[in-house]
């Protein structure tokens, strides 16, 4: 069975730009989550949509935005970026949330 | 002080080692206990999970859990150079809204030397 796609792979963008990151969770899974891994704070967690629902959000500022579509596709955004946004942004998805992620590969986002 | 804290390594063992790889958190809301394996330029695996006291055994691996020394484990038996990777612990509790939360620890590095 097809695993979470994420899209694009690498990123690099500018200061102040905006950006959107795209996930596709395996099929019949309705929760998704996203996460930031950098090296020095490891996994942080961003925010959890379930049925296009917000149910979960961490302690990210409001620049930090995301939406589920009807089909569980999940896309985040980020706007007016800056240098500490370097990081690899990972998708995971689960049938409930909280039950055993699967992650995609994550995005790498460089911002110069 | 955060949640969970595990301790980063990195850990260099020859193969066929017992590894043991370590978590300590301070939530005693938590309920269920995972393991995750990330190899390099990869998303994390889940190798373990894990929701009462005691130990669960797959393989290889042995997860433990200690609730009431809030205290998880993860025993690697007969290492191998293909086990190398970041182990990252994980745990998750209700949120207000009665949803899963899960809390990552940073990882360990872990190097199986041939």
């Known amino acids: 069975k097809a695993g979470v796609t994420q899209t694009p792979r690498y990123l690099i963008k500018t200061r102040g730009q905006q950006v959107t990151l795209s996930c596709s969770p395996i099929?019949?899974?309705?929760?998704v989550s996203w996460y930031q891994q950098t090296p020095g704070q490891g996994l942080q967690f961003l925010f959890e949509y379930f049925s296009e629902t917000q149910r979960n959000k961490g302690n990210f500022p409001g620049r930090f935005s995301g939406r589920q579509f009807s089909n569980s596709r999940s896309e985040m955004n980020v706007s007016t970026l800056e240098l500490g946004d370097s990081a690899l942004y990972l998708c995971?998805?689960?049938?409930?949330?909280?039950?055993?992620?699967?992650f995609g590969s994550g995005t790498r986002l460089t911002v110069v | 002080q955060k949640e969970v804290e595990q301790d980063p390594g990195p850990l260099s063992v020859p193969e066929g080692a017992i590894v043991s790889l370590n978590c300590t958190y301070s939530n005693s809301a938590f309920q269920y206990f995972m393991w995750y394996r990330q190899y390099s330029r990869k998303g994390p695996e889940l190798l373990m999970y894990?929701?009462?006291?005691g130990n669960k055994e797959d393989g290889r691996f042995t997860a433990q859990v200690d609730k009431s020394s809030k205290y998880i484990s993860l025993f690697i038996r007969d290492s191998q150079p293909s086990d190398s990777a970041t182990y990252l612990c994980?745990?998750?509790?209700?949120?207000?809204?009665?949803?899963?939360?899960?809390?990552f620890g940073t990882g360990t590095k872990l190097q199986v030397i041939p």
């Open positions: 995971a998805s689960s049938l409930r949330g909280g039950d055993g992620y699967t």
């Open positions: 099929s019949g899974h309705r929760s």
């Open positions: 994980a745990m998750s509790a209700r949120n207000s809204g009665g949803y899963q939360k899960v809390t």
């Open positions: 894990t929701y009462s006291s």
